[in-house]
């Protein structure tokens, strides 16, 4: 199994910067793409962003796109969630996943960090 491990976290006031880290260890046959979610609580998890393993290609939901940005260093299996300018409504714990091919989908998931957001 793969194990993500998700750390960062913490409180900050609107218009600060986080700095998410995802942790992939273990063992799985291959990494497609890895993404950040959120949640708040009563509602449905929501897409952040994502990057492919092969070639690094990003996407970001319309809601963040120009404020966080993600990165990674493959070789130590792991992907970073810039958060900039952030706002009260980002207040969420994210959760890091790992989708293994195409179309598997996300199977493997994080425990969650809490980013809390005052104004």
């Known amino acids: 199994q793969v194990q993500l491990v998700e750390s960062g976290g913490g409180s900050v006031q609107a218009g600060g910067s986080l700095r998410l880290s995802c942790a992939a260890s273990?063992?799985?046959?291959?990494?497609?793409?890895m993404g950040w979610f959120r949640q708040t609580p009563g509602k449905e998890r929501e897409f952040v962003g994502s990057?492919?393993?092969?070639?690094?290609?990003?996407f970001y939901a319309d809601s963040v796109k120009g404020r966080f940005t993600i990165s990674s260093d493959f070789a130590k299996n792991t992907i970073f969630l810039h958060m900039n300018s952030l706002k009260p409504e980002d207040t969420a714990v994210y959760y890091c996943?790992?989708?293994?091919?195409?179309?598997?989908?996300?199977?493997?998931w994080g425990q969650g960090t809490q980013v809390t957001v005052s104004s």
């Open positions: 990057i492919r393993w092969s070639g690094g290609t990003t």
């Open positions: 996943a790992l989708a293994s091919s195409a179309g598997s989908g996300y199977k493997f």
């Open positions: 273990g063992r799985t046959f291959s990494f497609y793409d």
